[in-house]
Each structure stands twice: as C-alpha cells, then as structure tokens.
C-alpha cells in the first residue's frame, strides 16, 4: 500500500524572495503552466494585495489542474477578520486554497506582534475560521515552529491545535530561519504527530542556511509529515527553500520513497525536469548551477579517468540513477574517445550522420573547444553547434555574404520637446554575387523593439533575394547577454532565441568585444539555421 | 568532556575533478595556503604521478601546520606492493601521511578489477603494510562502500577490518556515487562501529548528488565517526563533494556540535570563512554562489517586508547565527517587496537621514514600486536607488544636463581585407548654463571595450566642465543586460557595476526598448552617484 504525498509549490511566492529575483506577470504566468505540466499539487501563486505584479497575477489567474492557492497573513490585532482589509485582499483573489502564516513562537507573538499569547491563540483560531467560512480550503503556515517550539513546546502546539480545531486542513510546520538540523527537525515533527497533529494534515517548509533543507524535508517525512513545501531550482529568500528539482526524484527513485509514497508526478513527467529547470533560469537569466543533484549539467560529468573508463563499461559503477530518468544526459569529457561517441549523438539529433571513427569527429571536436576557449556556449545554442558542425563537415551551403553594415542610435528632442530615439540600420549584403543595400529604422514609441538590434535584423531581412521570402515567418523572441572571458579579456555573450510561424524555436549565439557585433553574430546564425533547415526540407 | 573532530581537505584532489575547474600548480599552493590558516587537519595535496600539476605541487611543497597527504590507489593485481610504481610515485612525494583509494563493493572487485573477493583482500593487506613498513601515516578510501555494503555487508566490513589490521590510521568510508540518504548513512556508519571499526578511527567521505553530502557528513558524526572529509565550496566530482565551508560553521556554531565536539578552527579563523570562500572563486574566476549557507552573498539578505522590519528590532527573529561569526554581512535589498521600516534602513546606509513617519518615505516607496513596474530592480542597484531617494527628497543637486547623443557603430573591410569594427559616439551636455559637446570612438583591436556603450561613456566622460576630473578614475567594471517586463511590453534592463581610485564599487540600473538607450541611463546614473558622493564627502 502506498501513501500520498502533497508537494506543495511555493517558487512563485518564495521564490519571489530571492535576492535578485523579480517576476513579471506574464513570468509568473509561464512558470504556473510549468509548474502544473510537471504535477504539483499545489502552486502558491503570489500574495494578493501585496504588490501589483501579484494582484495582476490573480486577476488573470492561469487555468491550472493544481491548486492554485493565494497566500497571505492572519488577521491584524484589534480589527475582526471580517473587517482587515489585507486578509479581505487575498480572499478577493478568488483561490480554492488559501494559505496565511502566523505565529507560533511566543518571542515572536509578544515582541513582533506585541499581544499576548492567549491573544494570538483567538487571533489564529478566528483567522482561519473567517477562511472557512469563506468557503475555502484553509492551510496554515506555523511560522518559526521548530524554534518556538524549543522555546516553548507547549505553546507551539497549542497554536497548531487551535488552527486544526478552527478547521485547517494542512499545517504547515515551517524552519523560517533555515537553523534546525535534520535530526531534530524528524524529532520534533514525530512529536507533533504524537501530540495528535495528524501527519496527513502536517507539511513541511524548511530553507536551505545549513544546505540542508532536502534532508530536513526527508527527515520530516520519515517522522510522518505528508505535505512537502518547497520551490524550483531551491529558490526562496536568503538561501533558498528546499528544492523541489531535488526532492521529485528523489521521492519517485530512491528508496525507501520510491516504493512507499505516491505523487501527482508522472515519469513523463519526470523526465522533463531538467528542462523545467532551464527554462527557469532562462527566464530569470541566471546562469543554471552546474553542480545541482539530477539537473545540473556536470551532475553526470565524470572527469576522473578511472571513473569515465568504468562508465563506459557500465553506467552503473559511478552513477546513483539514469540521467535519462530525469531528462539529464551523460558528459565524458570531450577530449576522449566517449567525447566522440556523446558528439555522435548530438549531431544525429541535429539530422547529421556521421560515421564511428570519422576524422570529422576529431575536427568538430576541436572547433567546438577552439570556440569554447573565445566566450562562446553551446549548452543551448543548438543551431549555432549544428552550424559549426556542418562547416566541419563540408556541409554548409553558400547561402549570402555581409560586406558591411552601419547601425546608428540618436537621442534627441523632437518637436514637442520630449525625448526620443531613433536607431538606423544599414546593411550590404551579397546574394547571388549581386550586391544589394538594405536600411531599416526603429522609432521610438513604435511597437516594443525600438534598438539598434532589431534595426539590423530589419535590414538584414529586408533583401536577401530569393532568401527574404524563407526568413519572411521569423522573429526574434528573446535575447541574453553576458560578460564573460574570452581567451584573456572580457567579451560579450549574446544568446538570441528565435522562432518561426511553423513554431520552431531555436538558438544561436554571437561573441565579441563589441555588444553590437555579437549580437548581429547571432542574428546571422538564426537566419542561416532557418535556411538550411528549409532548403533541405524539414526532416533533413 | 569534548571530543577531537578531524577535517580532511581534498579541495587540491576530488576539489580537482570539477568540471570546468583546472588548478595551476600556484593555484594550489595558494589554496593550501589559505586552507592552512583556516585550520584543517589534513590537506590532501594530489595524486603524485597522476599529472604535472600535481608532480609540480609535491616537489615544491608548501610547508603546513596541517598534514599534506598524498592520495593514490592500492597495488595493481599482479605485482607486489614494493614493484607498484604508481604506488611507488605516490609515496616519493615524501609526505608523512599517505591516502590510498581501494575496492570493498563485491561488484567493483569482480567488474572493474577482475579479481576474486579474497585476492582483492590480499591487495588491500599488502598496500596498507606497504605504507606503514615505508614509516607512514597510512589512511584508506573505502570506495563505494556503501553501496558495496548494501550488497554485500559482509565483505564490505572483511575489507575494512582487513586494513585496519594492516595498519591503516584512518577509514574513511565513501559515498562515491552519491545515491546514499542521510539515514542510511548514519545506519550504515553505526553498524560498522557496532562491528568493530573505532569511531576514532573512522573517516566520512559524501557527495553531494541528492543535495545530502552534509546531512550524510552530520548523520555518520551523530553514528560516531570522528574524521570529515570534504572540499571548500563543495567543489568535485559531478555535483560535488561535502562542502567544508558550510560544515565548518555548523560544527563550530551549531549544537549539538558545537558543545560536543572540538576541531583545529579557531573563532578568529571561522570570522575569514567567507573570504575564504569569495577568494577560492576568484583564483577559479567562478562566479560566488550568491545562496551558499554562512557563506553567500545572499545567506543573509531579508527581501520580504515583514522579515525585514522585525530585523530591524531584533536580528535573531530572521537570522539562524550572527552573520559576522563567518565573516558575512547582512543586507536589506529594496523591492517592492520591502516596507518602510526597511526603506528607511537601506537610507540611512546611504546617509540619508529620514524620521520614522515622514511622507517623503511613502513616496520613496511609491517611486519604487513605479520603476519596478517599469521593469526597474534595486536589489542590486543601490546607487541608482539612492538617487531616486534623493530626487523624491528634494536632496538631488544640479549637476548636468544631457541634450542629445548618437553612437555610430559600424563593420565593414579595412585596406588589409579584414573586417573590423569601429563605435563612435557624440554627446551633448549642459554644464553651468554652457553646452559642450563631445565625440569619442572605439576601434576593434584597441584594448578590451570596443562597444557602443564604451564610446558613449567615454564621450560623456570627455568634457563635463568642473565635474569631469571628479569622475577621472571611475572605471565600468560589469555590464548585465536582460530582457524583462516593462508593463505591458518587452524592456532591456542594463546594470551596470563601477569602480573608483578609493575603492568604492557601486551598481546601477537603466530600462529602454533600446539596449544603448537603457545603458546610457545607467551610465548617466553611475557618474551622477559619483559626483554625490563626493561633493558631499566620503561620510555625507
């Protein structure tokens, strides 16, 4: 017989606590749909009221088959929770599920609240009633539990007590401050079980200060806890909350989990994490860290020589799990011979054969490291690799040549007196062996992509001769760009991501000194993917 | 009655085989340096033989108060211990105490050896024997014990009792592949003593790829074995080894540690812990890992508003362990998460005094919230913060006035047919009622900044009357660009970091559909912050 576990998702919330991190709405939208094709439970959408990219959020809130559950804090002292107008905001969201912290730590009820601790026992008790009564599913966070309940076991109980008795169907037991160790955190939610907390109403929340927020979780979940709080990639205020990317598989693939619990995660599911995973820090820009368990791009990276022979005889000998399980891939590093066999792969993907053995193996090889070496990535930028790949191959069509462009950015004042911009583009491209000469400009307060960028994809687009209708469905979506070092000084990376109206999307990267060089770069390598994909038809 | 833990180092080891992390032999004598006044007990230096790296590092060993170890494998089948001569380059590098790594899994004896069970135990006798007849410090790596011991438990203790008996100082039981739970650790960890290993004698060794390197470190300390072994900032293999840089602070500041047990760490050497830490990255130019526990830039930054009021009162309510024990600091971002308590925290630090109450506080807020909707962040952005603080105070001097700009860049053939870019920028400013104007360029192959956005900051530096010998020494050190939400459309966040001749180093924000037009305004805003700062004085 196996158990239910509740994974409750707060990345859109405490997630939002992360230094640095500041969700759009529409981001946050992004994320929901992500977070519901993956199988949570539960997805904690922002806190109603609090700031208007949250309000925006629940205004529009996604359709999702998760709970989508608004957060916020129980009633104010002195006022009814009818009449607080911060709870009445998170109501108005119109959630199924309402979550709202309290306080369960008699220092932080008489110093932060400044009431007394039989006040705050009314004030949960009529907080979560007022949701009940609303209609709602009501879940509560216990702030400060495990530190108020060394402070004052008793105490922290009898508020835990109060909020099931007033109706609650989950309590939370949090580690706000992220200091409890595992051991304690598995005795002390053992003994809120045995208090007669019922470990199918109990979740745990617990941050990462110690780096040991997943085994903090674990340890509650061994003590009986059913309901696991936490975010993607660990975001979350200071260090981060425990990380959800981390604790799927581990709950679906190691034991004792794997046999005894059951989740709203599928293995198909499952085996698109690591992408998930990217795809946040894509939207976020932040650069995916490498060494994350399961999804971290070195997280089957084995570079000691003996481990990387033993693999090759069998995976096994150094590795937990398949990283295919979790949408993860193998890395031997490239200078041996696996280095060929994972390249094989990749150009396969790309529609190109190259046989076992061939010396082309060797050359793409080296380009690729050559390149590396300058400031250029290829982790995502597919389309540049298989560019690459193909002029070591011999197999790349003459398609056009750029002999020069000129881009031009002007800030002045137009007639009315206000500001505005201008940016120019010229380009002079060879087709054919015809020269032609293509000008393109984007004007301030004209649509939404007004620099100098897109004026030099307009141009370069304007006239390619028999090209310009093939390229006439594409369109710039995204854009990065990075400092980082190339050879022995700074460049500048930019990733562009492009689609078109067949919905392909792909990547392409650029890298020089000069930001307008690598971006125009990338912009070349988007459109000759484009091309040769359609010149040799979609399946190669 | 406190108990000795030993702290074994492999950062110049396993700390090698990172992906992407490539030690100099004055790399590492730099980090045995630093791990030296931190205060480890072992320092395990390399593989002598293994690569010229590591011969290098051994010939010219640094002199240590803790033990430089040099790690190897067991004798190969076949041949005796004394005609090894992979064993026989480990123990030339003259090190008192020498670790050698050997099989005790039933599968890995047969699979990757290809020897029986009882010859693999013959091996492990006579290496050991080897090691301690050569007069040294003999330690051993149980590789994939557990593992091995969940296939077989009782080879797995045979092999260890083995080199005990052979005279091995040290055991350290490893988690090679990193699939092991923290609770079976500790299981695992307790029967062996329970079978006759001493916990004195007793070394720990995990990876971190469930993201439970240090809970499985703390559960085997907690089962009694009384050596950790690890890697600073968790560098290693795949996803890396136990990191010493958090475990450190737990042990020393955390209970039951901290009562129970001692190590070789002074308080005085944990208060340099984070710049350890930050200095480690910077020998790998690796960027710090902002949520690292104690450690990161981030471990201490309170963003949501309520955490960052009651810290205002009192900073145990959010913080698990003063920040300064490790070196570290706390931090107040802005955001439109934050209240006023916190604004008017983050002011003072910028020496801007404003009573609790004042509406000017209630304006900051609402100005902040209106740029971030904008697509505008401040968590980072302190000086661009401030002045938007001092605008809303009526505290903004005068300084200059931009009319107009355009930059030029352009790439075309030069008289040797190789295409080169050239960025020229003009700029005109007001300054005390006169109009200046300046022009600038930037060549390709002319030092490092050859872009758009370094000719305009070079134009506007040129000629800003009475300011321009204040901003002679401010340098860009950073540039970041995203893509983000500016309302309802698509908006480039530029932020850009500089630096002056006294030290100082500050951040700012600027958002524009046009890259150049966003990067502009953060450059605007650096020198404007500049120009404050110093006409008010060092201390305002």
Redesign the interface.
């Known amino acids: 017989m196996t158990e239910r576990l509740t994974i409750y998702d707060t990345t859109l919330r405490d997630g ?5 991190v ?1 969700f ?4 946050k939208q992004q994320i929901a749909h992500a977070l519901d094709a993956l199988g949570v439970d539960y997805i904690e959408g922002g806190w109603p009221g ?4 949250d309000n925006a959020f629940f205004e529009a809130a996604p359709q999702t088959t998760a709970r989508l559950t608004a957060f916020g ?1 129980t009633k104010r002292p002195g006022i009814s929770a009818q009449n607080d107008d911060v709870l009445a905001a998170v109501l108005n969201a119109g959630t199924k599920s309402v979550c709202i912290v309290g306080k369960t730590h008699e ?2 009820v008489t ?2 609240l400044g009431i007394t601790l039989d006040e705050n026992l009314t004030l949960l008790r009529e907080s979560i009633a007022h949701l009940v009564a609303s209609g709602r599913e009501a879940l509560f966070d216990a702030e400060h539990f495990f530190d108020g309940y060394k402070a004052n076991p008793d105490y922290a109980l009898s508020c835990l007590k109060t909020v099931l008795e007033a109706g609650a169907r989950w309590i939370v037991i949090c580690d ?4 409890t ?3 304690e955190v598995g005795r002390i939610t053992a003994e809120v079980i045995a208090a007669g907390i019922p470990g199918d109403h109990l979740g745990i929340h617990t941050h ?5 927020a ?2 903090c979780t ?2 509650a979940v ?1 003590a009986g806890a059913r309901q696991i709080q936490g975010t993607l990639n ?1 975001l979350g ?4 909350n425990a ?1 959800l990317t ?1 604790l799927i598989p ?1 709950l679906l693939l ?1 034991e004792p989990y794997a046999s005894r619990f059951e989740t709203g995660i599928t293995t198909k599911a499952l085996s698109g994490l690591t992408r998930t995973s990217r795809m946040l820090d894509e939207i976020l ?1 932040r ?1 995916p ?6 999804v ?9 020589g ?2 990387a022979s ?1 693999i090759a ?2 995976p096994t ?5 398949d990283p295919a399980l979790v949408g993860n891939a193998r ?1 031997i ?1 490239m200078s041996n011979q696996a280095g060929q066999s994972n390249l094989r792969k990749r150009l396969t993907e790309a529609g190109l054969h190259v046989d076992k053995g061939d010396p082309a193996l060797g050359r793409i090889l080296e380009a690729v490291k050559a390149r590396e070496a300058e400031g250029y990535a290829y982790d995502t930028a597919q389309a540049s690799f298989e560019l690459l790949a193909r002029e070591a191959l011999g197999q790349m069509p003459e398609l056009f040549e750029v ?11 137009n007639k009315y007196d206000k500001m505005v ?1 201008l ?1 120019e583009a010229v380009v002079v491209v060879k087709v054919d062996g015809e020269k032609r000469q293509s000008v393109s400009e ?1 004007m ?1 307060e004209v649509g ?6 897109n004026a030099l994809a307009k141009a370069l687009a304007k006239d390619l001769g028999q090209y310009s209708s093939m390229i006439e469905d594409m369109r710039l979506v ?6 980082t ?1 190339g050879g022995t ?4 990376r930019v990733i562009i991501d492009s689609e078109d109206g067949q919905g392909n999307r792909w990547s392409t990267v650029g890298v ?6 690598a971006s ?1 770069e990338a912009l070349l390598d988007a459109i000759r993917w484009k091309l040769v994909r359609d010149l040799k038809g979609p399946k190669g």
Chains 1, 2 share one sequence.
């Open positions: 939002q606590q992360t230094q640095g500041q759009s709405t529409e981001e609090a700031n208007p990219t804090m220092f932080h110093k932060a706000t401050n992220g200091g160790l595992p051991a990462d200060d110690t780096e040991n997943v085994a674990l340890a061994d660990g205020e200071r260090c981060g990380n981390t581990i190691k820009n650069v860290h490498k060494q994350a368990g399961f971290g791009a070195s997280a089957f990276a084995h570079k000691a003996l481990h033993a005889k069998d000998t150094y590795e937990h799990i890395i590093p002999k020069r462009y000129r881009v031009t950015v002007e800030r002045r004042k911009s940016s984007s301030d939404s992509d007004r620099g100098p960028v995204d854009f990065k760009v990075r400092i070092q000084e700074a460049v500048t020089s000194a000069n930001i307008v060089d125009f």
